[in-house]
């Protein structure tokens, strides 16, 4: 009758045992299931933002090449108004 008590609470305990580790392991398992949608989650918001920044970053370029298109514009201009400028004067200095 000792041996089946020994062997009764030993089952008793390895049943327990076994319990409580499955018990921990879905614990576990919803914890780290939480953490990787917090993680999915933050991913996604920095794809978004990356996309944001992707898009500001061509419609920059686009600013600069209208920018310097315009500026090419500017300086020919200028060239042109200098030279006009030049002609005057040089005229001024025949007449006096």
Request: with cysteine; aromatic share 4%.
């Amino acid at each position: 009758m000792n041996v089946n008590i020994n062997i009764l609470i030993s089952v008793i305990t390895i049943c327990c045992t076994i319990y409580g580790v499955s018990r921990n392991f879905k614990k576990d398992a919803e914890a780290d299931a939480g953490q990787i949608r917090i993680i999915v989650t933050k991913l996604d918001t920095i794809q978004s933002m990356l996309n944001e920044l992707k898009t500001d970053v061509s419609n920059t370029k686009a600013d600069i090449r209208d920018l310097d298109r315009r500026l090419i514009a500017v300086e020919q201009s200028a060239k042109q108004a200098h030279k006009r400028i030049d002609e005057m004067r040089k005229g001024e200095a025949y007449d006096a």
